[in-house]
């Protein structure tokens, strides 16, 4: 696929907002480290020359957000008098630049709010490159070369599992029946499971509610948060399963809170239950840990899901390779951008493990079913047993919201990928300036931001 003229592609500015949602007054997002989120993100636009635009966002939980809104600011000199199209014509060695710079790289290297930052920028510039071919973002995937998608990646530190050799062969070989595949895709969707009905924050009542609810949208799979209270969980998902019936496929999630003994006998007193999958159960930084876990709830049917806080390619490397997950569950914003999120991707397929990405914030929804589809075109070739989550928040906001039909995602078909904002919303919920940030900071709903939050005012 030929690159873009470079005519007027040239960077002149890449701007950058704080913008917070106030889900915690419902208890939306909640879970058992997580009580009180207010479903966040850094949103990037980058401008070029001719006025063309790329929007992208790291999704964040509220306070800390102004932090990675700095990091983006302190990343401009990376991008900003650069021409997009030469940025394409070698994306792996502009993503070593803005991810390895060698003074910057200290405050990661490839991690934490450093790789939050790049992740944003990153996602506006592959948002950019689909906006100038006019095609959706999966599509732009699709239809790329093997050589030419597997020339974005950075191979370094992830060559004895897969190297660029591997890479452009297993796409190769995945050529034939990719026609096929798209078609089915634009048909039929891709399955989501729904978390909605899960949140630690939610009354008896409304998870109730929730279950008829998902089930009449045709959902068959469910997500339940667990993990401060066993006696609380038990009650909770028990009512779950109840309200879905026995042949529906129930999930749950402890969000990191427990040590490794402890998530393996909490997980044995919840196997009558019949989990699919433990999400989370220990330090997302622990690969041995989760390996223990992995082998002790084997017998009991039960497989262990995580990904969401895994750092970078090198830790998916490990938890792959030492069987810690059986489900591997990118996240579309936490390391760094479709670059890395790729690498993982053909990993995974190497060495079999289903890719179940993680979504729900703020445009996560929007962007993985981008990159599920394109793993079902032209990767794994199959959807047996893969899910994308599905939490039904935010897409108001969204020029291109996701689609959600009978519990699958449709194929987004506008250019792009998926994650522009409206102007409105930008307006209202920008931190702390934002028209209803104001509003409720006036009537006393949220206190006033102290002075580190008051960074970007």
């Not at 499971?193 to 998902?214: A, N, R």
């Not at 040590?259 to 196997?271: T, Y």
Request: charged residues 25%; glycine residues 8%.
């Amino acid at each position: 696929m030929p690159l873009p003229n470079r005519n007027g592609l040239k960077i002149v500015s890449l701007d950058v907002k704080d913008v917070r949602f106030p889900t915690s007054l419902g208890g939306h997002g909640s879970d058992a480290l997580h009580t009180d989120p207010n479903y966040s993100c850094a949103y990037v636009t980058t401008t070029t020359e001719n006025g063309k635009q790329g929007f992208g966002l790291t999704f964040t939980c509220g306070r800390g957000t102004e932090i990675v809104v700095l990091c983006v600011r302190a990343m401009k000199r990376f991008i900003v008098g650069k021409n997009a199209a030469d940025i394409f014509s070698d994306f792996a060695g502009f993503w070593r630049a803005i991810t390895n710079d060698s003074q910057m790289r200290w405050i990661g290297p490839e991690k934490g709010v450093a790789h939050l930052a790049a992740a944003a920028i990153l996602n506006s510039l592959w948002d950019l490159w689909a906006r100038l071919e006019n095609k959706p973002l999966w599509r732009l995937l699709v239809d790329m070369e093997p050589e030419e998608l597997v020339s974005s990646i950075d191979f370094r530190y992830i060559t004895d599992v897969i190297t660029k050799e591997e890479a452009i062969q297993m796409l190769k070989a995945k050529k034939s029946g990719k026609a096929e595949r798209v078609k089915y895709l634009i048909d039929n969707g891709y399955p989501a499971y729904t978390t909605q009905v899960g949140w630690m924050g939610y009354s008896d009542e409304l998870v109730k509610e929730l279950c008829e609810k998902y089930l009449k949208l045709g959902f068959t799979n469910f997500k339940v948060k667990v993990g401060l209270n066993l006696a609380d969980d038990l009650r909770r998902c028990t009512a779950v399963r109840k309200h879905i019936g026995n042949d529906k496929i129930l999930m749950v999630d402890a969000n990191q809170a427990w040590s490794v003994g402890e998530a393996i006998e909490w997980m044995k007193k919840l196997a009558h239950l019949k989990p699919l999958w433990i999400e989370e159960p220990t330090s997302p930084d622990d690969v041995l840990g989760h390996a223990t876990i992995s082998k002790a709830l084997r017998p009991l049917g039960i497989g262990v899901a995580t990904g969401e806080m895994c750092a970078n390619r090198v830790m998916f490397k490990q938890f792959l390779q030492s069987g810690g997950m059986q489900y591997c569950q990118i996240d579309s914003a936490r390391i760094g951008g479709i670059n890395e999120i790729l690498s993982v991707y053909l990993m995974a397929e190497k060495l079999k493990v289903k890719v179940c990405p993680h979504a729900g914030g703020v445009g996560l929804c929007e962007m993985v079913n981008h990159l599920q589809f394109w793993d079902y075109a032209s990767l794994s070739g199959t959807i047996d047993g893969r899910l994308i989550e599905y939490v039904d928040q935010q897409h108001e906001h969204f020029y291109d919201p996701c689609v959600v039909e009978n519990a699958r995602y449709l194929a987004p078909k506008n250019p792009g990928y998926s994650t522009q904002f409206f102007p409105e919303t930008v307006e209202k919920y920008s931190y702390p300036n934002g028209s209803e940030w104001q509003r409720m900071f006036r009537e006393g709903i949220f206190p006033r931001p102290d002075e580190a939050e008051l960074v970007n005012a």
